[in-house]
């Protein structure tokens, strides 16, 4: 069986509740009504026998047995009774099929013939005699006018309950707008790969949560196409890298194909392979290490790291490397230890030298440092080269951005990947990169991190 929807599940529930509280209060209406036409009823009687045992009595307080048509005042008929309880006066009404006087000076609501009546019995004494006055009146009126107004109730709870269903389903149906919208954006981005689709829910609906909803699943789509964007960048980004390398190996190997080349030619061509070769290797490497930070896969083992010994030995490794005319100073307090993976931590600093080097331009100077200050230590890598333009300093950190792709496609190898993993591994470090930056001038990257705690 089809499962009832959630808007006609909530509209039945909110009619039978709306249904049960009217028939409630119509019953308790009702009874009160009833009981207010019992009370009139008795006080009618009352009067009418009241005032008719007053006109049995003349001014000598002799019983004055007045005509039959008397018997009868504001619709109640009267029989009076003497003391052996015989009819003396007043005329039986035609729905009473028999005499019958109880005389306890009460008002009953009895059954007789099928009808229904109210009486009242009212003991008279005069002149030492007992005597007997019951009034009659038909319940027939009354019990026409409570079913009469039964009915009017009934169909107005009827009418009540149609309303308040049509109402409450118009209600939830207007609330149940922005899930529809959800429901059917979701939907259409699953079969259609638009990711592109927003719910965008105006604000006329409503403040409330399902419109609070809707804003986080826009936002929520925001960010996965930002990602997906990102993604796809990453990967065309990444094919294009590595095609520049392969076309170049490919045109070298036809042209060293024929075999009539001279050695020297050889040699070149091989070098020039070698270095794209070289160039592939180090872009693999650097693109199976992103993937694994991002898949969050990256294995990593901290462990305590002197600091200082570190930087001091990847700065005269960078030296050895580069014996060029570019010093690179070091200014780096001794003894400082952290919580890190060494291994990371040396692609972290090697990558910030490498880049002082390669964009060192007519600049003479690199510093490294390390110092310590409140728990807090401190690494920078400082060059007074051609530093970054403002603009691009938030971009430098995204994967595979070069801030000035025709100075940095220099044969290097250098991709835009290297501050990214940067930037990834300060933060899996629990730390802080930071750039600050004049183009011509030069630039000093720091990364702060937390100091080991002494144990
Ligand atoms: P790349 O492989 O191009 O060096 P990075 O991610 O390491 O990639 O750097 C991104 C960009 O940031 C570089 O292309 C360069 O424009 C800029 N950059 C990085 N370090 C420096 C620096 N020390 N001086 C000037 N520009 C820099």
């Known amino acids: 069986m089809r499962k009832m929807s959630v808007k006609l599940r909530v509209t039945l529930w909110y009619m039978l509740a709306v249904s049960i509280i009217s028939v409630i209060v119509m019953l308790v209406m009702n009874s009160h009504a009833e009981s207010m036409i019992m009370h009139d009823i008795q006080l009618r009687m009352e009067r009418a026998v009241g005032k008719m045992s007053e006109r049995l009595v003349d001014k000598h307080g002799n019983l004055r047995p007045p005509p039959d048509f008397m018997f009868y005042d504001d619709g109640v008929h009267m029989i009076l009774y003497n003391g052996e309880k ?35 019995d009212k003991e008279l004494e ?13 319940a027939k009126n009354e019990l026409t006018g409570i079913s009469q107004m039964l009915k009017s109730n009934l169909l107005l709870v009827i009418i009540m309950i149609v309303i308040a269903g049509l109402g409450g389903y118009f209600i939830i149906s207007r609330a149940f707008l922005p899930v529809k919208k959800i429901s059917r954006t979701a939907e259409q981005i699953s079969s259609g790969d638009d990711l592109s689709r927003r719910i965008n829910i105006g604000s006329e609906i409503g403040n409330d949560e399902i419109y609070n909803l809707a804003n986080v699943f826009d ?7 930002r990602l997906f964007k990102k993604e796809k960048q990453f990967t065309s980004d ?3 890298e590595l095609r520049t390398p392969v076309a170049v190996i490919l045109s070298e190997c036809e042209y060293l194909e024929d075999g009539e080349k001279s050695i020297d030619e050889y040699k070149e061509g091989i070098e020039s392979i070698k270095r794209q070769s070289k160039k592939m290797s180090k872009l693999i490497s650097e693109l199976l290490m992103i993937s694994r930070m991002d898949a969050n896969t990256l294995k990593t083992e901290f462990e305590t790291v002197d600091l200082s010994e570190l930087l001091e030995f ?4 960078q030296e050895q490397i580069r014996n060029g005319n570019v010093a690179l100073a070091k200014n780096i307090s001794s003894g400082i230890m952290v919580e890190g993976d060494r291994f990371l931590l040396t692609r972290l600093i090697i990558n910030l030298i490498n880049n002082a080097y390669q964009y060192i331009g007519n600049g003479d100077r690199i510093e490294a440092g390390l110092s310590e200050e409140n728990g807090k230590v401190c690494l920078w890598i400082e060059d007074n080269g051609i530093g970054i333009k403002e603009e691009e300093i938030s971009k430098i950190w995204d994967r595979f951005y070069q801030a000035d792709s025709a100075r940095t496609n220099d044969g290097s190898g250098s991709m835009g990947l290297g501050l990214s993993m940067v930037k990834w591994i300060a933060k899996c470090h629990g730390g802080e990169i930071s750039v600050v930056s004049q183009e011509g001038t030069g630039s000093r990257f720091t990364f702060i991190l937390n100091k080991k705690e002494k144990s």
């Open 86 to 120: 015989s009819v003396i006066g007043g005329v039986k009404p035609f729905f009473i099929s028999y005499d019958i006087l109880v005389g306890d000076n009460s008002f009953r609501k009895t059954e007789s013939n099928g009808e229904r009546y109210y009486e009242y």
């Open 126 to 138: 005069i002149l030492g005699k007992m005597y007997y006055l019951k009034g009659f009146t038909s």
């Open 238 to 240: 990444a094919s294009h």
């Open 219 to 225: 936002k929520m789509l925001d960010k996965i196409e």
């Open 314 to 317: 990847i700065c005269d490794e």
